[in-house]
């Protein structure tokens, strides 16, 4: 598979873009873990064109984390093709439409799964971005606005006349959002009858990696696109890959590996946004991380209770799982903390420490803040 001059592996796994979620910390658990590619959040096109810190923060990218898209979105055909040159100087390798997101503040400026309701807007939007872009511009759209107007596969075949470098749908329409099954039937006729050689990559309801092969294999799609499935779940990436290798599930990380990962998540967190907003930031992700667990709600509830990161750390390496309450004096984080078994191609260079690109984690407007248990905003 072949995306512009990115060239993939067979079976190539993607990074959804996820609002307060797929940000350089976590993007670069997931790379360790064998994400192929992975997409930043997604950026608003007016909030960039007012210079609005949060918004610019969310175009720093890193090296390690290559092959990476910058994900944008706009209503307006002006507005996001004069916010395409900002998006194209970061230095991504593709940027990414966001035509699927069905947040209502969103959809209601005419943005994300909100231009479904007008395909010749699409195109001219597409086209303005295409026109601004120095490298391969790629959309990620929904099957359409509801059952009445799915016009997905016609879609599919403008996108590549377009010259559009590869095409993500999310198999659900916007009135759907997120609820019932994916219609993977949908997939499966895309990559039949609407496009030719444009890359194809599905998204829904790849939520485990025993899923995720059955996308492949149903549906014929090119890659798979990972959203709720990667949520407190990095290692999905290499579990999925093992799976499709070898027809055996790999166990799940045991409790000192997760909490090991979960410690260099707040870390990154507060070196990225600071201690105190990295704390904050954190804690929307711990249900996901030890959901199933026993007593994991006591622990959830124990890790919200500090303020600074060598508290939460204090909780976080004394709690048993088992036992029904924390037990001091306090363990220490280790120096390093543990390997978390690469793939079995090389493991990507990721730094120790991330710049401080200047801001202080504002809150972003161009989605729905993921909390603890709804799912986030996804493109």
């Not at 503040?105 to 601004?132: F, H, S, Y």
């Not at 994916?182 to 997939?187: N, S």
Request: hydrophobic letters at 35%; aromatic letters at 6%; one cysteine or more.
């Amino acid at each position: 598979m072949q995306i512009g001059h990115l060239d993939f592996d067979d079976r190539p796994l993607f990074l959804a873009p996820m609002e307060d979620v797929s940000d350089p910390p976590f993007r670069i658990l997931c790379k360790r873990y064998g994400a192929d590619m992975m997409y930043t959040e997604f950026v608003s096109s007016a909030g960039l064109l007012r210079e609005q810190e949060h918004e610019h923060q969310k175009l720093e990218i890193f090296d390690e984390e290559r092959p990476i898209g910058i994900q944008v979105w706009g209503g307006g055909i002006d507005e996001v093709r004069n916010a395409t040159p900002m998006v194209d100087a970061a230095g991504p390798d593709v940027i990414d439409i966001n035509f699927g997101c069905p947040v209502h503040k969103i959809v209601q400026k005419d943005g994300g799964a909100g231009v479904l309701r007008n395909l010749d807007k699409m195109k001219r939007i597409t086209a303005a971005v295409m026109e601004e872009a120095t490298r391969p511009v790629t959309v990620k759209t929904r099957l359409g606005w509801d059952d009445d107007s799915i016009h997905i596969v016609d879609v599919a075949k403008m996108f590549e006349d377009m010259g559009v470098a590869a095409l993500t749908v999310h198999a659900r329409t916007r009135e759907q959002k997120y609820k019932g099954d994916a219609r993977w039937e949908w997939l499966r006729k895309i990559k039949q009858e609407g496009v030719r050689d444009m890359p194809f990559i599905g998204n829904g309801d790849a939520l485990d990696p025993e899923a995720i092969e059955a996308m492949f294999e149903e549906t014929g799609v090119d890659g798979v696109m990972m959203g709720r499935g990667a949520l407190g779940n990095p290692w999905i990436f290499n579990r999925a890959k093992k799976y499709m290798e070898t027809g055996e599930l790999p166990p799940p990380p045991d409790w000192e590996e997760r909490v090991q990962v979960v410690a260099e998540h707040l870390s990154l967190k507060c070196e990225w946004l600071g201690e105190r907003n990295g704390v904050l930031e954190m804690r929307k992700n711990y249900s996901s991380y030890f959901k199933g667990f026993r007593n994991a709600s006591t622990l959830r509830h124990k890790l919200m209770q500090p303020e600074t990161k060598n508290g939460v750390l204090e909780v976080l390496l004394n709690f048993k799982p088992d036992a029904p309450d924390i037990q001091l004096p306090s363990a220490s984080l280790p120096e390093q903390t543990a390997n978390p078994g690469a793939v079995d191609t090389k493991k990507p260079d990721v730094p120790d420490t991330l710049p401080s690109p200047g801001g202080d984690g504002a809150e972003a407007d161009g989605g729905e803040t993921a909390p603890a248990d709804p799912p986030p905003s996804i493109a």
